[in-house]
C-alpha cells in the first residue's frame, strides 16, 4: 500500500499530466462534439484545467438528483448569473434530459425573480445606509 506522500506526489503529477488533459478534453469533444470556450482556454494548462474538468464531473453526475433537475438547477444558476452561453448549454443538456420547454420557462421566471430579488435587497440595503447616514450628519 502506498504512503500519503506517495498518494499526494500521483495526485500532483495528474494535475499536471497532459496525456489526463487530452484524455479529458477528447472524452467531452465526442460527448459534445467541440470543447466550449471556458474549456478550451482552460486546457492550456493541464494542472488548472484536469482539476476543474474532474471537479466537474462529480458535480454533474448528481448522487441523489435526477440528471433532469440537474440541468434544470443549472439553468436556474445560469439564468440568474446571465451566463449566456452557459444558459444555452444547460437548456439543450435539460431537454436532451427530458425537460419539456414549459418547464424551462418556469424555471427561467423562478430564477429571475430570485435574482431580482437580490439585486433589490442589495440595493435597498445600501440605499439605507446611505439614508441613515446622510439623516445623522450634521445640517449646516
Same mark, same amino acid.
Given at each position: 500500500? =502506498?504512503?500519503?506522500?506517495?498518494?499526494l506526489? $500521483?495526485?500532483?503529477s495528474?494535475? !499536471?499530466?497532459?496525456?489526463?488533459? /487530452? +484524455?479529458? %478534453?477528447?472524452?467531452?469533444?465526442?460527448?459534445?462534439?467541440?470543447?466550449?470556450?471556458?474549456?478550451a482556454?482552460?486546457?492550456e494548462?493541464?494542472?488548472?484545467f484536469?482539476?476543474?474538468?474532474?471537479?466537474? =464531473?462529480?458535480?454533474?453526475?448528481?448522487s441523489? $438528483?435526477?440528471?433532469?433537475?440537474? !440541468?434544470?438547477?443549472?439553468?436556474? /444558476? +445560469?439564468? %440568474?448569473?446571465?451566463?449566456?452561453h452557459?444558459?444555452?448549454?444547460?437548456?439543450?443538456?435539460?431537454?436532451?434530459?427530458?425537460?419539456?420547454l414549459?418547464?424551462?420557462?418556469?424555471?427561467?421566471?423562478?430564477?429571475?425573480?430570485?435574482?431580482?430579488?437580490?439585486? $433589490?435587497s442589495?440595493?435597498f440595503?445600501?440605499?439605507?445606509?446611505k439614508?441613515?447616514?446622510?439623516?445623522?450628519?450634521?445640517?449646516?
Open positions: 500500500m =502506498r504512503n500519503k506522500k506517495d498518494i506526489k $500521483l495526485a500532483e495528474l494535475m !499536471e499530466d497532459s496525456r489526463l488533459t /487530452a +484524455a479529458l %478534453a477528447s472524452a467531452i469533444e465526442r460527448k459534445n462534439g467541440r470543447l466550449g470556450f471556458l474549456l482556454a482552460l486546457k494548462r493541464p494542472r488548472t484536469n482539476p476543474y474538468l474532474l471537479k466537474g =464531473r462529480s458535480v454533474y453526475n448528481p441523489v $438528483l435526477d440528471k433532469k433537475t440537474a !440541468e434544470l438547477v443549472a439553468v436556474a /444558476a +445560469a439564468s %440568474a448569473l446571465r451566463c449566456e452557459c444558459l444555452e448549454a444547460h437548456m439543450d443538456r435539460a431537454t436532451q434530459e427530458g425537460a419539456s414549459d418547464e424551462i420557462m418556469d424555471v427561467l421566471l423562478i430564477s429571475g425573480a430570485i435574482s431580482e430579488s437580490s439585486t $433589490l442589495v440595493a440595503r445600501k440605499f439605507k445606509q439614508e441613515l447616514k446622510t439623516k445623522k450628519q450634521p445640517k449646516e
